[in-house]
């Protein structure tokens, strides 16, 4: 059974830029989320996917977006970079939601 | 607005002695309350769960206690292991049971010293 994947671990973009972050789902989740951590804070919910629609979402902006693949990998897309924006992101999924979620290790991103 | 509150950022134990970690919570709505651990350069990896229907949730070394009338909860670990060693967060959730939209507090380190 394999965990959680995400890619790049590490990324590092200027101000004014798009970035795009991927993420493998657990086998057999069918749910995937995402969340933001900043430095020496908790995860900050970004938003939610469940069979490839958007089903819930956090307080970030619209330049925030999201896709779910039949799959149900997922990728987070993050336009305009702002200095703020740089932080952990995690990906995690679970079976509709329930029980504890699996995450994976996260993709540092690096704003200059 | 801090929803969920670790107010101790560190904690140190003994090997062997018990380690308790604090977490407070202010909004009534959540009924679901989660416990991570998270290892340098890993996720965080889900530890136990308690629902607001129960007071006291028991795996192993690890005991979580709940009192809604304080909206507090705490992690207890006993015996402490080397191993332990890690940053705890206690997560909550409004949504009956399910993990969404989990709120999370700031962390506490937990060092266990041989």
């Known amino acids: 059974e394999t965990g959680v994947t995400q890619s790049p671990t590490h990324l590092i973009k200027t101000r004014g830029q798009q970035v795009t972050l991927r993420c493998s789902s657990q086998?057999?989740?069918?749910?995937v989320s995402w969340y933001q951590q900043a430095l020496g804070q908790g995860p900050q919910f970004i938003f939610q996917?469940?069979?490839?629609?958007?089903?819930g979402r956090g307080n970030f902006p619209p330049r925030f977006s999201g896709l779910q693949f039949p799959n149900y990998s997922s990728e987070l897309n993050v336009n305009a970079l702002e200095l703020d924006d740089s932080a952990l992101y995690l990906c995690?999924?679970?079976?509709?939601?329930?029980?504890?979620?699996?995450f994976g290790s996260g993709t540092r991103l690096t704003i200059v | 607005d801090q929803q969920v509150k670790q107010n101790s950022p560190s904690l140190s134990v003994q090997e062997g002695r018990i380690s308790i970690l604090n977490c407070d919570y202010t909004?009534?709505?959540?009924?679901?309350f989660l416990w991570y651990k998270k290892y340098p350069a890993e996720g965080p990896t889900f530890l136990i769960s308690?629902?607001?229907?129960?007071d006291k949730n028991e795996d192993g070394r690890f005991t979580v206690f709940l009192n809604k009338s304080a909206k507090h909860l705490s992690l207890h670990i006993v015996p402490s292991q080397p191993g332990d060693s890690a940053v705890y967060f206690c997560?909550?959730?409004?949504?009956?049971?399910?993990?969404?939209?989990?709120?999370f507090g700031k962390g506490t380190l937990l060092t266990v010293n041989p």
């Open positions: 995690a999924s679970s079976l509709s939601g329930l029980f504890g979620y699996t």
């Open positions: 086998s057999g989740h069918n749910t």
């Open positions: 996917y469940y069979r490839e629609e958007e089903n």
């Open positions: 909004n009534s709505m959540f009924d679901y």
């Open positions: 308690i629902s607001s229907i129960k």
């Open positions: 997560a909550a959730s409004a949504e009956g049971g399910s993990n969404y939209k989990l709120t």
